[in-house]
Every structure is written in C-alpha cells, then in structure tokens.
C-alpha cells in the first residue's frame, strides 16, 4: 500500500488566499517530513522540511504543520501568488545514521488562479 | 556548482534491449538514489545507494539493478527492458551528514520510452 498518501490530487486557490496542502502518513517510524515543489518539466526541488520534534516550522510565506499521533503533516501557502502554481509532493522517511529513505506522495498538483 | 546531472535526458528502446541510465553528482554526496515518475503515482523509489558498492534495494527494484563504483557516479541498468518501464526516471543524492543530511538534490530526469 501507500506509505505517503496525497489524498487530493489538485488544487485551485485564488490569488492571496491560503493554500493547504495534505499528507498523511503509515509509519510510525517516521520521523523527517519535507514537501517539495515541481514545476512541469522540471526536477523536484526542497521547499521545507522538518524533523519530529517540532510541529511546526514557518519559513516566509510557507508553514509545515506535523500531527504525529493523526500521522499527518500539512504544507500552508500563504498570500498565494500565480508563481506557486506547481506540483507539490510530499515526503516522508526514517533518518537512517544521516540519510532518509525518502518516501513520496502522489503529489497534489496546485492552481493559483489571478 | 552543486549539480546533480543525468544522461541522457531523453531515451527509446526496444523491448528486450539493456538500458543504461547514468547519474553523476559533484557534491560528495554519500547517498544517492534512483526514482521514477509516473502519472498519478508521485514518486516511487527504485534504489538507495549509501556510498559505493552499499546499495539497497528500494520498494520497486524488480527488473533494475544499479552500479555505484565511484562517490560522485550511480547507474540504473534495466536488463531486457519492458514496455511498463516507460517512465520519467529522475537520479538524486544527499548530503548523509550535518545540516540538511536529508535533502535530496534532483537531478534533470530521463524520459525513457520503450516500445
């Protein structure tokens, strides 16, 4: 089965509203959680991540909420801007002595409409 | 200039025929991995490669083998390759250590087609 599920496979979202962008994860043993960004054509780059023990994580416009006990993390956009309109992929892993077996969901693709 | 690069970018094969995909990243990266795309599936990894000669297998590594005889190289080899190996397959590695140990650095993707 899914180990890193993106339930919603897009999403539109008008110009400086929020974008939420879900992710919902089988493994307890998990405990890195990143969303990266993918634009068509185009290999996949790091937005943001987090390790476990935080539950959340801002960075600019962008917040990464972890819900370790619903097993679930969340990517929030806010002020969304026509540049955003990408794939966003999900990801998550077991830090393994330095490097993670990074698991992906099926991304969600995002519209940002002006 | 942190690169992650990939040859070839684009790629047609017959059904049968051996297929070779390289990865060269200038990095130092200990660990580098290969994934391949396809619609409605995200990413799926094929293999891990925590330094040379130590690879693991990822969760589709059936009809794959790969070779990582240098730091800096790590190859996909398909042996006979297959109709459903059409893909998008993108190479990446990772730091292993410090800081950010866990981002994965992508590289341009291969589109590999086979007929």
């Known amino acids: 089965g899914q180990q890193v599920k993106q339930s919603s496979p897009s999403l539109t979202v008008q110009e400086g509203g929020i974008s939420i962008l879900n992710c919902d994860y089988e493994?307890?043993?998990?405990?890195?959680f990143a969303w990266y960004k993918k634009y068509p054509d185009n290999s996949p780059t790091l937005l943001i991540s987090v390790r476990s023990n935080v539950d959340k994580r801002e960075d600019g416009r962008l917040t990464v909420f972890l819900n370790k006990s619903g097993k679930h993390f969340s990517l929030h956009i806010t002020a969304s801007q026509p540049e955003d309109t990408a794939v966003y992929l999900c990801?998550?892993?077991?830090?393994?002595?330095?490097?993670?077996?990074?698991?992906f969901g099926e991304g969600t693709k995002l519209t940002v409409s002006s | 200039d942190m690169k992650v690069t990939q040859m070839p970018r684009y790629l047609i094969k017959r059904m049968g025929e051996n297929v070779l995909l390289e990865c060269g990243q200038d990095m130092s990266h200990e660990t580098m991995y290969w994934y391949r795309q396809d619609p409605g599936l995200g990413l799926q990894l094929i293999y891990i490669s925590y330094d040379v000669d130590s690879n693991s297998e990822g969760d589709i590594p059936k009809g794959y083998r790969v070779s990582r005889k240098k730091r800096e190289h790590f190859s996909l080899i398909l042996d006979s390759a297959k109709t459903n190996q059409t893909s998008v397959y993108f190479c990446?590695?990772?730091?292993?250590?410090?800081?950010?140990?866990?981002?994965?650095?992508f590289g341009s993707g291969t589109r590999l087609t086979v007929l």
């Open positions: 990446a590695s990772s730091p292993g250590t410090g800081g950010g140990a866990e981002t994965l650095y």
């Open positions: 990801a998550a892993g077991e830090n393994q002595g330095g490097s993670a077996k990074l698991i």
């Open positions: 493994n307890d043993m998990f405990d890195y």
